[in-house]
């Protein structure tokens, strides 16, 4: 396994511009999961997935997020009309099954100037 | 809804010596797992154990142990011969087994610091 990778490692951008992070999890993970976690505070679930299907997501997420998972593969997490408290460090997670173990990835750190 | 708490925003800790992170949570479902999760500076973050609520023996790995006790809802980690590598933020984190969605629930983390 190589892990989990997230790509931009780090984002920054100004207040109403669109960004989009990519994690690729694990091969042969059917879950993946994104948390947000702002300084000092543990991660905060965002969305999972099983397979391509988009399966719950928080209410934290709102309407200017959006997380697909096109072919079940890798995944994609847009905020459009960025604000300043957007700003976090956003977690992939994934796992093979429901209750296995969820391996994280190092994460996007987005800042909105 | 499930809740985790960690009342210990910083701990520190002798090298070799022992330290022990305290985490309780609060539910009321009976078939869960808990988990404490290390994020090192910089890095991300790695499993360091996890235990099954319905088993009543502690679970080990290592120099890392936990004391579960389910009636208290309380999870505390416990390290022995505290080493400089395990200097890092800790969460302790909730998955209920009794619902399809898996997420995990995070405390708010504890701040280990290991002194040469």
């Known amino acids: 396994d190589t892990g989990v990778s997230q790509n931009p490692r780090h984002k920054i951008t100004k207040r109403g511009q669109n960004v989009t992070f990519r994690c690729d999890p694990i091969?042969?993970?059917?879950?993946l999961y994104w948390y947000r976690q702002t300084l000092g505070q543990g991660p905060e679930f965002l969305t999972y997935?099983?397979?391509?299907?988009?399966?719950?997501k928080s209410r934290l997420l709102s309407d200017r997020f959006s997380a697909e998972r096109p072919k079940g593969s890798f995944s994609t997490l847009e905020i459009q009309r960025t604000e300043q408290g957007d700003s976090a460090m956003y977690l992939c997670?994934?796992?093979?099954?429901?209750?296995?173990?969820?391996?994280f990835g190092p994460g996007t750190r987005l800042l909105v100037l | 809804a499930q809740t985790v708490t960690q009342s210990q925003p910083e701990m520190s800790v002798q090298e070799a010596e022992t330290v022990t992170l305290s985490c309780t949570y609060d539910?009321?479902?009976?078939?869960?797992?808990l988990f404490w999760y290390k994020q090192p500076p910089s890095r991300q973050m790695i499993l360091v154990i996890r235990?099954?609520?319905?088993?009543?023996q502690n679970a080990t790995e290592n120099r890392f142990s936990v004391n579960f006790q389910k009636a208290a809802k309380s999870f505390s980690l416990k390290i022995s011969d505290s080493q400089l590598g395990d200097a890092a933020m800790y969460f302790c984190?909730?998955?209920?087994?009794?619902?399809?969605?898996?997420?995990?629930?995070f405390g708010e983390g504890t701040q280990l610091t290991v002194n040469p």
């Open positions: 997670a994934s796992s093979r099954q429901v209750r296995e173990t969820q391996y």
């Open positions: 091969s042969e993970h059917n879950r």
């Open positions: 997935f099983q397979n391509e299907a988009q399966l719950e």
């Open positions: 539910t009321s479902e009976s078939d869960y797992y």
């Open positions: 235990q099954e609520a319905y088993k009543q």
């Open positions: 984190a909730y998955r209920s087994q009794e619902t399809s969605g898996s997420r995990l629930t």
